[in-house]
């Protein structure tokens, strides 16, 4: 069984940051997984948000959040994290976790193995 757990969610007023962070346990080699985040907005469906490969050599963002978030990951810690600045009222959304076992990067929720439950974040405008 592997879980992935996400926190640091919250309210936070536009052009705030917020950090959030991915525990993953149970049994999963960690570095053996690419991780990524997505987020899902009311009524929306989930989207691709930035992707960090099994040795953090190769990232990847959507477009809307280059230069304003940054993914890296701790393999000792077994843990992801999502630093996010200058956020917008867009970035309101459920944040997910996910894991993909292996080394090419994907991009589509259906190519990833293991999902946490989400945390929200909100921005107020």
């Known amino acids: 069984q592997v879980q992935l757990v996400e926190s640091g969610g919250g309210l936070v007023q536009a052009g705030g940051s917020l950090s959030l962070s991915c525990a993953a346990s149970?049994?999963?080699?960690?570095?053996?997984?690419?991780m990524a985040w997505f987020r899902q907005a009311p009524g929306k469906e989930r989207e691709f948000v930035a992707v960090?490969?099994?040795?953090?050599?190769?990232?990847d963002y959507t477009d809307s959040v280059k230069g304003r978030f940054t993914i890296s990951r701790d393999n000792a810690k077994l843990t992801l994290y999502l630093q996010m600045k200058t956020l917008k009222p867009e970035d309101t959304a459920v944040y997910y976790c996910?894991?993909?076992?292996?080394?090419?990067?994907?991009?589509?929720?259906?190519?990833?193995?293991?999902w946490g439950q989400g945390t929200q974040v909100t921005v107020s405008s």
């Open positions: 960090i490969t099994w040795n953090g050599n190769s990232i």
């Open positions: 996910a894991a993909r076992y292996g080394t090419a990067i994907r991009y589509g929720t259906q190519n990833y193995n293991y």
């Open positions: 149970g049994h999963i080699n960690f570095n053996m997984y690419n």
